[in-house]
T-cell receptor
Framework: KNEVEQSPQNLTAQEGEFITINCSYSVGISALHWLQQHPGGGIVSLFMLSSGKKKHGRLIATINIQEKHSSLHITASHPRDSAVYICAVDQTGANNLFFGTGTRLTVIP | DTEVTQTPKHLVMGMTNKKSLKCEQHMGHRAMYWYKQKAKKPPELMFVYSYEKLSINESVPSRFSPECPNSSLLNLHLHALQPEDSALYLC????????????FGPGTRLTVL
């Protein structure tokens, strides 16, 4: 069983649409990370959350610690948002990151 | 400077070759990581160095040998690899442990023939 589950696995959206990617985890965590990986490999850290909500430009990340759930929202999606979005959690006391399997987002012009 | 650099970008090697991957950061981070990523899979942690000491080795085969010469540099020495070791190898660094934001390098795409 994966400690981190993401949904959906694949998502296709029209440009301008509001997008939500979900992440559920089963362990106690110190922090949750949202990462973006473009084709070609480079990974960019988007957010690190331990509670509440963070916003950066068109991206919003929320976390509900009690429900062990986080969401990543993209407003006014654009083709350049096309990438794989990965949720990762730092399990309390484990000194390790557990990764979800990623959500492949394609935004069509 | 918020960049993690990795060299080479691409590497093709035979099963009897010895090669090394290099990673460098100048952000003053005290933790550095090696990840292996197969196609369409999430990264898998291989090694963590914290304050230049190996703190986690996720039971990686001995044909992979990490080295941290100083706090800015991380090497991964490769010897007698198998074709199934072909993957993208990612380096990352963070100020403290995995709970801190990790900065990733662009990766080295390794092909073992």
């Amino acid at each position: 069983k994966n400690e981190v589950e993401q949904s959906p696995q694949n998502l296709t959206a029209q440009e301008g649409e509001f997008i939500t990617i979900n992440c559920s985890y089963s362990v106690g965590i110190s922090a949750l990370h949202w990462l973006q990986q473009h084709p070609g490999g480079g990974i960019v850290s988007l957010f690190m959350l331990s509670s509440g909500k963070k916003k950066h430009g068109r991206l919003i990340a929320t976390i509900n610690i009690q429900e062990k759930h986080s969401s990543l929202h993209i407003t006014a999606s654009h083709p350049r948002d096309s990438a794989v979005y990965i949720c990762a959690v730092d399990q309390t006391g484990a000194n390790n990151l557990f990764f979800g399997t990623g959500t492949r987002l394609t935004v069509i012009p | 400077d918020t960049e993690v650099t990795q060299t080479p970008k691409h590497l093709v090697m035979g099963m009897t070759n010895k090669k090394s991957l290099k990673c460098e950061q100048h952000m003053g981070h005290r933790a550095m990581y090696w990840y292996k990523q197969k196609a369409k899979k999430p990264p898998e942690l291989m090694f963590v160095y914290s304050y230049e000491k190996l703190s986690i080795n996720e039971s990686v085969p001995s044909r992979f040998s990490p080295e941290c010469p100083n706090s800015s540099l991380l090497n991964l020495h490769l010897h007698a690899l198998q074709p199934e070791d072909s993957a993208l190898y990612l380096c990352a660094s963070s100020w403290g442990g995995p709970a801190d934001t990790q900065y990733f390098g662009p990766g080295t795409r390794l092909t073992v023939l």
